[in-house]
């Protein structure tokens, strides 16, 4: 795989998403939970996604239970959780394991993009957010306590470039 575009995932609701679909706009991607002391950046999130979707971004959640089981909730439990706590109407996906050889594809692949800190692959913990540019390379990674507001410049970035 040579692009963000390239992969696939399983939404919310059980449909097969190929992200080719989101081809010419900027992603951001983020393993969330609905447990976790960084659940409050939802609200950021959706901030993002509502205050940028019009000009090409598109945030995507994947919930993630890796990390202390901080999301043990199934999809109808999620979906509830963050419709009545954060409002949140970005595109949300299937569970999925981040780390290991369980790993999503696509999250294998933002890990050997992007690394993280001491120059690590492993994604840290929940929130751990990937910016995408439109030609589907990563552009950045930010680590969990990153709040989504410090993001507003790289997205501003990310939307004027052309691929």
Known sequence: ???????????????????????????????????????????????????????????????????????????????????LNYAVDFPMFAKVEVNGPGAHPLWAWLGQQKRGVLGTRAIKWNFTKFLVGRDGQVLRRFAPSTPPSALRSPIEKALGERA
Do not use: K
């Open 1 to 83: 795989m040579t692009c963000a575009f390239d992969f696939e995932a399983t939404t919310l609701e059980g449909q097969h998403q190929p992200l080719s679909d989101y081809a010419d706009r900027v992603l951001l991607i983020v393993n969330v939970a609905s447990r976790c002391g960084f659940t409050p950046q939802y609200a950021g999130l959706q901030q993002l996604w509502t205050d940028f979707s019009g000009r090409g971004l598109v945030v995507l959640g994947f919930p993630c239970d890796q990390f202390r089981q901080q999301e043990p909730g199934d999809a109808a439990d999620i979906r509830r959780f963050c419709a």
